[in-house]
């Protein structure tokens, strides 16, 4: 499941500090905070994970890639090794620690990696275009595994015994705290008997995607691409990946929310009430105070805050008739309760008639900035450099934002094990990885 590899590491040298150099996942990132990750330092890895818009942007940050690694900004480590990554939140205290390797890609059945999570097409082949471009996987997806089942019979300790261990007993080969309070630290892992003890603990586990369904979608892609033209085995069959024991450091699952800017509030509201109850909050409530009203209604079942007007609305107590006759025949009961697909099949829908897409249901994973995009403060611009693809609808404010309590980490395994996949952007499982940290590629000199 898991192999070694020579990673691409920022050389300290040739940068103004390795913190300056890395991102969150290209995903999380909006306008503001892509200008800010820009001017930290020319070579922050954004320039590589987001290049732009325009048709030539895969090869501009392949051309990218190739220059700073012959300038030495980039240096390719001498051993094939793993890396223990871990992260330590100051203001939490929480800690989350894994092992960065390859993992062999293929169907569940045989490869082991589960998908819990719907895609959309145009993202996934954006994602595989540029890793085609740049021949990298420039960021790790995100696994997880129940590490408290029984290790295989030829591991002397589990994964997370040498991980632990490691990281006890030697110094990390970099540290770094970021602007949100995290401090991240790397080691490298180059002996034999240390990678064949994770190895082959690892080697038939199953591990499900926590964050990373359009860039595992590439890595399939890719492979298929490449073993059509005819050139077998290779480097594409195995993509970049962060694995974390959910036993040892359980996951953080926050909810995503949707943005709707062609649909008005009244409207959204009016047309809710034919299969939710609809209670206006009081008006000037902060949304910290509305988000725990959200909470408290999700206790007794699935619910959303709708906001863009005056006042926050929540949604309630959806009617069981109308759920049912929204939901596709053969989808199981626990997929037919998750909030997400309640959302999409009853409120988008039946109620809303809205076809998700990527550019009519815009994505965010923070509540507040969800709440902006849709507010009187938000701008065309405002909104167009968050989501790019978005339709000319998207003109800011005066939408609808939807706003989401997190599933379960019990209920999206169970969905996953059913060999079911959520609605898209249904789950956020945190802490996410670095970017920049270590990358990985795949050409003909690799």
């Known amino acids: 499941m898991l192999a070694p590899f020579r990673g691409i590491r920022y050389a300290r040298d040739r940068v103004s500090g390795i913190a300056n150099v890395t991102s969150p996942p290209y995903d999380v990132i909006n306008g503001g905070i892509l200008d800010h990750l820009r001017a930290a330092d020319p070579h922050n890895i954004v320039r590589l994970i987001l290049p732009g818009d325009d048709a ?167 492979q298929a691409e490449m073993r059509a033209a005819g050139l077998g085995a290779g480097p594409w069959d195995y993509g970049l990946a962060f694995l974390v024991d959910s036993a040892a450091y359980a996951p953080q699952l926050g909810a995503i929310h949707r943005v709707l800017p062609g649909l008005p509030p009244d409207r959204a509201a009016e047309l809710a009430k034919a299969a939710f109850t609809v209670q206006d909050l009081p008006a000037g409530l902060s949304l910290g105070d509305a988000l725990r009203q959200l909470a408290a209604a999700g206790q007794e079942g699935t619910a959303f805050l709708l906001a863009g007007g005056p006042v926050f609305r929540l949604l309630s107590h959806p009617d069981p008739a109308q759920l049912a006759a929204s939901m596709p025949a053969r989808a199981s009961g626990p997929w037919q309760a998750l909030a997400a697909s309640v959302m999409q099949q009853l409120l988008l829908g039946r109620l809303w008639g809205i076809t998700d897409s990527e550019r009519d249901v815009l994505i965010n994973h923070d509540a507040a900035d969800a709440v902006r995009a849709v507010s009187g403060d938000a701008t065309a611009t405002d909104v167009a450099e968050r989501w790019p693809g978005a339709s000319a609808a998207a003109s800011g404010g005066g939408g609808t934002a939807v706003i989401s309590n997190p599933a379960s980490f019990e209920a999206v395994a169970q969905i996953a094990a059913h060999g079911e996949r959520v609605p898209r952007k249904s789950t956020s499982f945190g802490p996410k990885p670095r970017t920049g940290l270590v990358l990985r590629t795949f050409g003909p000199a690799d």
């Open 56 to 222: 030539d942007a895969s090869k501009v940050a392949a051309s990218l890639l190739r220059e700073w690694l012959s300038a030495g900004v980039l240096i390719r480590d001498r051993m094939a090794s793993l890396y223990i990554y871990e992260q330590e939140n100051s203001g939490s205290g929480d800690r989350q620690r894994g092992i960065i390797g390859l993992v062999r890609l293929g169907p569940p059945e045989s490869a082991g990696i589960l998908p819990h999570e719907g895609v959309m097409p145009g993202l996934v082949a954006g994602r595989r275009e540029l890793m085609a471009a740049t021949q990298a996987n420039l960021e790790p997806i995100f696994l997880i595994y129940d590490g408290s089942q029984p290790r295989h019979a030829a591991a002397a300790e589990t994964a997370t015994e040498v991980i632990d261990r490691v990281a006890a007993e030697r110094a990390p080969l970099v540290t770094i705290t970021t602007e949100d309070g995290v401090t991240h630290r790397l080691w490298r892992l180059g002996e034999s008997a240390e990678q064949s003890a994770i190895t082959a603990d690892l080697a038939e586990r199953q591990a499900l995607i926590a964050d990373g369904h359009h860039r595992y979608a590439a890595y399939l892609d890719l």
